[in-house]
Structure formats: structure tokens, C-alpha cells
């Protein structure tokens, strides 16, 4: 019975694999030569779409992933690769607001109010794509992350019908980011269950003119 039971773990361990490793290709593949680390060589887009997260960590110290979105952001308007600014993330409470605190700070470092909208719904990757083109009109975007969610929001935008390359902002090493990296693989099987349910935004509502 032990013997049963311990053959059925494998099994159940292997299967997991399988489907995290088959997820993770080909979203990969699909995505492949549509990221950027170069300012010189990416194309151009009207909108960069900066996907938020929060600018703390847990313990209450600055967020690598925050900062360099910031860094990567400004890089693409300063170098006019992108005329305007979309930023996409949770306004969960009244207390916790990604989209306003980015704006703060790129704003600070030298982008024009005027040429920043926010998404207040962008809950998650998926919102964000979705909202990208049904609330803000968009057919082409720059997305701007670390390349691994780079990727999967790439991936997600084409099967939306919205035409998407990303900017990579730099990431942080294997060691500090191994949770992120693991949660990453599990995200992208999650994927494809999204598509397949046809899962939609938490909200949708009015249309806004990026302009």
C-alpha cells in the first residue's frame, strides 16, 4: 500500500512537471525576440504600458522590481521610444494605490502629468491587457516589467488581440528573486487556464482616449 501511495506521488510530481516545463516553453517560444534590453533597438510605440507593483517590500525596504520599472520607464520617454505612459496595477483600498504612487515618481523623474493615464483595475496581467485595448484603444503597446513577466503579458496581449513587445527592466538575482521565479512557472500554467475559460477583467467600464 506505501509502496502504492509512494508510486502515485511520482506520478503526481512528474505530471506537475510536465505541465509547468510545457507552459513555460511555450509561452517562451511564442515571446521569442519580442523583448528588448536595448533603448537603441527597440521599435517605437505611441504607449508604454508599465505593469505596477508595490514600491515596498514586505519589511518595509525599497522594491527592486518597483525601482527598475521606474529606471526603465523613463529610459524609453527620455529617449522618445514612447510618447505616453500607461500604468496598470492594483487600487485595491484606500490605502494601497500602484498606479498614483508611480506616477509620483515618474512624474519626479521629469514625465509631463499630462502624458500619464492610469488603469485603477489592472488587478492582474491578464486585466491589463484586456483593459489595455477595450478601455484604452490600444492595438500596439510597449510593455515594461522584468522580461519573465515580460513574457507572460506579451503572451496574453496577442491571444487578446493586442500587438505587444516588452522592455526589460532589469530584475535581481537568482538567489533574491527565487520566490518570484517559482511563483513565475505557476503563473504561466495559470495562463492557459485563463484562455481556456475565457476569463475576464474584475471590471471594465468607460473608455479613455490615450491622447
Known amino acids: 500500500m506505501i509502496k502504492k501511495i509512494g508510486i502515485a506521488v511520482l506520478f503526481g510530481v512528474l505530471a506537475i512537471s510536465v505541465i509547468l516545463f510545457s507552459c513555460n516553453r511555450i509561452i517562451k517560444k511564442a515571446t521569442k525576440n519580442r ?6 533597438n527597440i521599435p517605437k510605440n505611441r504607449v508604454g504600458l508599465v505593469l505596477g507593483t ?6 518595509g525596504g525599497s522594491n527592486p522590481y518597483y525601482t527598475n520599472r521606474i529606471k526603465a520607464t523613463l529610459e524609453l520617454y527620455n529617449a522618445g521610444k514612447i510618447d505616453y505612459v500607461l500604468v496598470s496595477g492594483d487600487n485595491g483600498s484606500q490605502y494601497y494605490n500602484e498606479p498614483h504612487v508611480f506616477k509620483i515618481d515618474l512624474v519626479k523623474g521629469g514625465i509631463p502629468a499630462e502624458r500619464i493615464f492610469l488603469d485603477y483595475a489592472g488587478f492582474r496581467t491578464l486585466d491589463s491587457m484586456v483593459r489595455a485595448k477595450a478601455i484604452f484603444g490600444l492595438d500596439h503597446v510597449t510593455i ?4 519573465f513577466h515580460n513574457e507572460r503579458a506579451i503572451y496574453l496581449a496577442e491571444k487578446k488581440g493586442l500587438h505587444a513587445i516588452g522592455f526589460n ?6 538567489n533574491q528573486g527565487l520566490k518570484v521565479q517559482i511563483r513565475e512557472y505557476f503563473a504561466r500554467v495559470k495562463v ?20
Open 35 to 40: 523583448t528588448y534590453w536595448s533603448i537603441q
Open 54 to 59: 508595490s514600491n515596498k517590500l514586505v519589511g
Open 144 to 147: 515594461i516589467s522584468q522580461k
Open 169 to 174: 527592466a532589469d530584475g535581481i538575482s537568482l
Open 192 to 211: 492557459f487556464i485563463d484562455l481556456a475559460l475565457n476569463t475576464q477583467p474584475k471590471f471594465f467600464g468607460d473608455k479613455i482616449e490615450i491622447k
